[in-house]
């Protein structure tokens, strides 16, 4: 009997199909096998690595973040740096530090030293007074909590002090309290009064840090400037190898801060003056230029004429291709912070711990 080509291919094809969906299936990990992975590149002091295993997976299942070894090394290392794995870390001289910030916000709005002091003498809901709270203060969370009681309680204290809490990141991975609280919608887990006491939370602290961190599609082609955009804002280090474009172009000196816009202002700041001193040879108007300056909070930015044209001519002017990302220059300041750092100093150190973590996951090491 005749074998049939058409019959045979057709047969050899379904076959290698089938081949190649069984091989999909079996690439695509099972829960277990990522946890246990997490597990393994987690740094070798971490207590419950089980526990820190479950919410990163979590994390990364309910957001469908890829599970690849790079996003899980750059979790880890953001989190090992921000609190080397502890879900409420402690504070050095965190009561003193809050104190000087109240002195500092209410001085600043011009609320009398006495008024502040008398209110921090009255008695909280455990007995004690707030001023003796605040002094025993070691977590943020504790001292998130003694504020959100102080501003409850206290007479005029929303009015008074309703802006005057002075934690505005926690939780392991230090995520901003204003992100998670506008990256909410899909939270997964029960709300245990407020998403900000969430935040302080493993589970809640991994789910928001993981969604700043990976929850934004870029182009960069290594790590290190997402670990400079967790730190100073999505986009941030693409933004800031623009202005060194502009800089290229116009001779300008604009600081390289990944701010195109002044936020909440239609005056124009100094990113948008040098581009709209090139309105010209753009051949674009201010207004349009503002629009597309718009868009410096999303990837459709790099799609834009303002984006390739500003490009086009820096490359032309220095004779070669610029690089498209620039850790930004930015000087870090907060209460907690009693020495000199940059957002490039953070990125570094990320990176350092990220680099350790990818050799554990080539060595097979735990």
């Not at 008398?118 to 909280?124: C, D, F, K, T, W």
């Amino acid at each position: 009997m005749p074998f049939n080509p058409l019959i045979i291919s057709l047969l050899l094809l379904s076959l290698l199909a089938g081949c190649a969906s069984q091989g999909t299936r079996q690439a695509t990990p099972k829960p277990a096998q990522v946890k246990a992975q997490i597990e393994a590149l987690l740094p070798a002091k971490t207590q419950d690595r089980e526990g820190w295993a479950t919410d990163i997976y979590t994390a990364f299942d309910k957001q469908s973040i890829p599970v690849t070894t790079q996003n899980l090394c750059s979790v880890l290392a953001v989190t090992e740096q921000e609190s080397t794995f502890q879900a409420d870390p402690k504070v050095p001289g965190l009561g003193k530090i809050a104190r000087d910030e109240i002195d500092r916000r209410a001085a600043k709005v011009h609320i009398p030293g006495f008024l502040v002091r008398a209110a921090l003498e009255v008695s909280s809901t455990n007995g004690k007074s707030y001023s003796n709270r605040l002094n025993a203060a070691r977590s943020e969370k504790e001292l998130s909590a003694i504020f959100d009681d102080f501003i409850g309680r206290v007479p005029m204290g929303k009015t008074l002090f309703g802006g005057f809490n002075p934690v505005h990141t926690g939780g392991p991975m230090q995520v901003s309290i204003a992100f998670a609280e506008q990256h909410a919608r899909d939270y997964p887990y029960p709300v245990d009064g407020s998403i900000r006491r969430e935040v302080f939370t493993q589970r809640g602290g991994m789910y928001f840090g993981i969604a700043h961190l990976l929850g934004y599609p870029v182009s960069y082609r290594v790590p290190l400037y997402r670990f400079a955009d967790f730190n100073a804002g999505w986009y941030a280090s693409r933004n800031a190898a623009f202005q060194a474009a502009l800089n290229r172009v116009t001779g300008g000196s604009l600081a390289l801060d990944g701010d195109l816009i002044r936020y909440g202002s239609l005056l124009p700041g100094s990113t948008e003056l040098a581009a709209r001193g090139l309105g010209k040879r753009l051949g674009m108007r201010n207004s349009t230029i503002r629009e597309q300056l718009e868009l410096g909070d999303s990837l459709a930015f790099e799609d834009s004429k303002l984006y390739r044209k500003v490009f086009e001519l820096a490359d032309k002017a220095q004779g070669s291709s610029l690089p498209r990302a620039v850790l930004p220059g930015i000087e870090l300041h907060s209460p907690k912070i009693t020495r000199k750092l940059t957002t490039a100093w953070f990125a570094k150190r990320v990176d350092e711990r990220y680099q350790r973590c990818m050799a554990r996951a080539g060595s097979g090491e735990g």
